[in-house]
């Protein structure tokens, strides 16, 4: 019994294994385009491997901190990093061996994760790097290949990122001493003495794509990628990169238009039928606030709006009323990422009345709704209550996966407390809406997890009291909505002695 026991426990804890591969998997890639599943489906599969040949043939879960680094490392190096190419992507070390250092500081961040070592990112220059076990060995991990820097490299990197940045950004760095201007590349680019979470360094792994499809002249493939990278977190840097791949879109594509801002609201003011200019104009708005919110100047994302107003023709009421509305979007993901949920859901909430078929606006108001609910820390019928009133607030909300998992949570343990409580009247019933918002809800990252929660619950009941067909019928029909769950499938092996 104590074995059964323990298998049952080993499968169950895998299970829980797994669903943290694959959150780490979604942050890295997300989207449910038919490629980008394919490739987690891929990536998922032979990470998986990765850890399994680590405990099995290197033994690592069984060994010092020293050697669990030494051991994973040499691995890594062994199977996955062999080649060095600027432009790949984290598939590339499982199908070729090849690798950049945004993707071995990746890779190697998950080992780390499953074998429990704690770890520091950080980019340094040009460079991502790990420092693993940073209150103990602080071992530094850099890619293979990785050299010591020639005196000068620093200093020349600094200063043409600089000089880009002046270009791109119509920053004025007149009159900067060296510290300020190191101080400048710090604020533009990344303080290479911050420590970066493994959130940051998944946009980072955009940003090394984006900075390969930018030298290989693919501009388009460069704003996509920094668009995902600026969805993690709001950078300078990308919006530098994203700026410069969108000047020479428009030297390629529209030579005859370029000008500063200045240029385009005097000849706005002299011509205020164009159609072309008060797009600009807002283009260029936008790359500057988003400049400044990332730098965390939101007093002066709202001094620029009031200075676009001012500049602009008579009869320009429905663009200002855009420019405003692109403004409370962006102070929305601002508010966002940065924690601030108060301003955040008065925002999104006031977006939501003036636009509530908004993608942007329903995901982000759903999001802090959702967190509103978890921050309250309820359970039991109230705070079902509570989930549902949401629900029935903004319907919109259904459809995004934190929320399945919260409403699916809420049900599958209501079934698993009323069967422990010995009441299977009740239980059943609990059970019947359980199942009914599987149908209702077929997402949510952690429905498997719910899903098993509350049909072992009832099997377990049902085999308590010696009920052994019932038992069996529960798993059965959690199979059906979890079909290659290895936890069911060893439980229906089991009952199947029954």
Known sequence: MRFLFSVILLAFCSSLFANDLTARLRLLLPGEEPGTVNTRQFLYQRVNQLLLTLEEEDKVDRKSVKKKISRIESRLRKDLFRTYNSNADLADAFRVGSYNDATAA????????????????YVDHWEAYLIVDPEGRKEVIRRPGSRKRKEGEEATFRK???????????????GADQAGMDKKFEEYFYDSSNKLSFGQLSAYLQFRRAQAAYTAEDYDEAIVRLEKALKREERPAFLVLKRAAELQIAARDRPEVEGDINEFFQLWAENPANRYLPAAILQHFDEQQRLLLAQGREDLATKLLGDYLSRSPAGSGEWATELGRLQQLRLLTHFHQRGRIDRAKTIADELYAETPDNETVRYVLGELVIDGLRRAGG?????TEQVEAAAE???????????????LRELAWKVRDLYAEDRPDLASLALERFRQSLVDIPIGRERNLWTLTAFVAASNYHFRVEDYRSARQYIDEALSYSPEDPYLTHRRFVLGRY
């Open 106 to 121: 990746v890779l190697t961040a998950l080992a780390y994760e499953h074998f429990e070592l704690d770890y520091d990112g």
């Open 160 to 174: 043409e990122y600089l000089s880009m940045v002046g270009t791109t950004m119509e920053v004025d760095f007149t």
């Open 379 to 383: 359970s039991g019928a109230v705070f």
């Open 393 to 407: 607030k903004y319907p919109f909300i259904r459809t995004q996966d934190r929320f399945a998992d919260l409403l």
